[in-house]
């Protein structure tokens, strides 16, 4: 099966930074199946798309019906980055899955999105979606860390 992947950047109204995202979708990937993951403290968007063998959660969801979204983090990959590192911290990286959302909600023409979050990204998107419910209709957590950080 054919994957196509182009890169996006949504801009934070509120500092300017831009976050990057990958867009992984294919033949069978339907635009109002979206599908955003959020990645833990010490990896980037790469960790959803391991060109090996099956184990890409990107390509798997786009063979079943999803435009997938990875993005980065502020001060990861291909986002902007901080001049302080003190500025990366889950509130910043929650304003981050805000305007990814708001900006797949406005290009594919729909209202929520379903969301993954991977360790520290159960926290940024706990944040995220307690800021903006409106904007996910679903999450899944996989190795989810609290210790006291959800509202």
Known sequence: ??????????????????????????????????????????????????????????RYFARNGYTVWCMDYGGYGLSDKYENGFDVDTQNAAEDIIAAAEEICARQHVSALNLIGWSWGSMTSARASAARPELFHKMSWVGPCFGGTLP
Request: charged content about 20%; some cysteine.
């Open 1 to 58: 099966m054919k994957f196509i992947f182009e890169q996006v950047f949504a801009q934070r109204k509120d500092n300017g930074k831009k976050i990057f995202m990958n867009r992984c979708s294919c033949p069978a990937s339907y635009g109002t199946k979206n599908l955003l993951c959020v990645h833990g403290l010490t990896s980037s968007n790469h960790v959803f798309d391991l060109d090996y063998k099956d184990y890409s959660v990107a």
